[in-house]
């Protein structure tokens, strides 16, 4: 768990268990649990499991500044767990989010200040989201051991979609104002497909009490700054969630309590300078590929067994039928692999 209490809002806490790092599936989910957030005098906020495994979520809740609260929550094993209590701190807003082509690469910055320089402390998560159009549009498709007109045609587009991993933090305690000015949030090459059509960035902000900071950037150096003999070494994080059941039962995750402000930006592409040439991250699909199933140019065999060795396992596509030149008939198709024509294998068909 590493997440927090959204004081304004809807709280999404996901729970899930330690599993090796050499794993290549993912953490292991805690499904079933009874999850909620308390305060200080005994008030109980539920949080309801999703359709995502291990996802929990709360009501909109508008919680008071004046209790502290922490999370509370249930195996179904019959552990118990909670956080320690945290009084909630209001993020101010987000002052704007910018970004500026410079050295072949497009750089995307924050701009955020608190007048009362109560914060001192903040994070921040970036969503992103891009267009994506595949290059092709296939007429015909194989099923039913042959090749036939396409029933249900492939999207035209579909959105790419990144949350970012990286730790965002920043803190100005060592400033005479409580002023952050150009963080760099996301840097990605001018050229990149994400900026082919329309792309988009939602930055979340959060304030941050002190030791979340601390183990936020604790957590940034164990994951960030280690690599040689000069990094410093790892240290062991934890945070401020303790097991009731058995506490000697080491816990990982922080929970702390703020509101959340955030803000949306997009660019497209015709807002990018005109000397940047943008891919459109299909540049080896194209041209296609030509099986030819007849004719002089044929590998022996049945067309029946050709489509099939070439289309069954659905790995490759067919696009178009290829005609002889001279008026001889259907002598192939046009292919290329399911990466170049069917955009879900890139993003989702579905607009987020």
Known sequence: ??????????????????????????????????????????????????????????????????????????????????????????TPAIDAVNWRVENSFLNLYVDTHDATGNTLYYRWETDEAWEIYPPYNPGIEYANNGVQPIVVRYPRICWGNQHSNAVQIAKTTGLTQDVVADYRLRQHPAGSERFFSRYSMLVQQHALSKVEYD?????????????????????????????????EEMVLGFIGAHSISEIRIFITRAELPAAVRVLNGYEAC????????????????NAAVLLKDAFATQQQLPIGPVYDAN??????????????????????????
């Open 215 to 247: 183990y936020w950037e604790l957590l940034r150096k164990n994951t960030e700054s280690i690599g040689s003999l000069f990094d410093p070494q790892p240290s062991q994080v934890t945070g401020n969630v303790h097991c009731l059941s058995d506490p």
């Open 1 to 90: 768990m590493v997440l927090s209490i959204n004081s304004q809002g809807v709280t999404t806490i996901r729970l899930s268990r330690t599993y090796a790092i050499a794993a290549k599936t993912d953490p292991p989910a805690e499904t079933q649990a009874t999850v909620y957030i308390e305060d200080d005098r005994g008030a109980r906020f539920v949080l309801s499991e999703s359709t995502g495994k291990g996802v929990y979520i709360s009501d909109n809740l508008n919680l008071s500044v004046t209790r502290k609260f922490r999370l509370h929550l249930n195996t179904r094993s019959g552990k118990e767990y909670v956080s320690d209590y945290s009084l909630i701190k209001i």
């Open 327 to 352: 008026g001889g008939g259907l002598v192939g198709y046009t292919v290329k692999s399911r990466d170049c024509v069917d955009c879900r294998t890139r993003g989702s068909a579905t607009k987020p």
């Open 286 to 301: 194209v041209p296609p590929d030509t099986m030819f199933i007849s004719g002089p140019r044929a590998p022996r065999g």
